[in-house]
Antibody, heavy 122, light 112 residues
């Protein structure tokens, strides 16, 4: 069925690195832009980045620029989020989501994974 | 503070109608950008509820509806049910930010 499944979360020390994965199934992955969105414990949603279907262009929120890198492997139907120099404030559930476009050409998200928890703590 | 402002909580009794507001500014909702809504049931991932201000994805009951006027948008839920208890988020685009996506802070709906 159509789904997204994240993996790779866990406990990491401040300053450490982690790479998250998102496996897509049930749709033509390469046809869609894909995003990473996070949610700190008890907090709201924060968009981090999205990447074109071809993988050629990536857009980042200011909070993700410089430390986070998004990539994809369309042959493996997979999306990745590499996170470096992690801080306590990066502790969150990280979701991957499929982008859709409204009538004006701006994005929203019609399919979400269940998320993977990243905890940054010593 | 979120660019889009939502009330932290709303409540209603079963069968009642509730509305959740999402207030923006001239650089987002007021500029004409569409508003989208998500429902997040306890312990689960967000789910698209309304897109393009007032469109429901397949499978979303018609008890849920969206509207937009000026610099604000609203989500209305009629015939409130216990399973509607969840967090609700609005989302749009803001032309003044380098980010491409903005979310509201979320509203917790309690069904009394």
């Amino acid at each position: 069925q159509v789904q997204l499944v994240e993996s790779g979360g866990g406990l990491v020390k401040p300053g450490g690195s982690l790479t998250l994965s998102c496996a897509a199934s049930g749709f033509t992955f390469s046809d869609y832009y894909m995003s990473w969105i996070r949610q700190a414990p008890g907090k709201g949603l924060e968009w981090l980045s999205y990447i074109r279907g071809s993988g050629g262009t990536v857009y980042y929120a200011d909070s993700a620029k410089g430390r986070f890198t998004v990539s994809r492997d369309n042959a493996k139907n997979s999306l990745y989020l590499q996170m470096n120099s992690l801080r306590a404030e990066d502790t969150a559930v990280y979701y991957c989501a499929r982008n859709r476009w409204d009538s004006s050409g701006y994005t929203y998200f019609d399919l979400w994974g269940r998320g993977t928890l990243v905890t940054v703590s010593s | 503070q979120s660019v889009l402002t939502q009330p932290p909580s709303v409540s209603g009794a079963p069968g009642q109608r509730v509305t959740i507001s999402c207030t923006g500014s001239s650089s987002n909702i007021g500029a004409g950008y569409d508003v989208h809504w998500y429902q997040q049931l306890p312990g689960t991932a967000p789910k698209l509820l309304i897109y393009g201000n007032n469109n429901r994805p397949s499978g979303v009951p018609d008890r849920f509806s969206g509207s937009k006027s000026g610099t604000s948008a609203s989500l209305a839920i009629t015939g409130l049910q216990a399973e509607d208890e969840a967090d609700y988020y609005c989302q749009s685009y803001d032309s003044s930010l380098s980010g491409y996506v903005v979310f509201g802070g979320g509203t917790k709906l309690a069904v009394l």
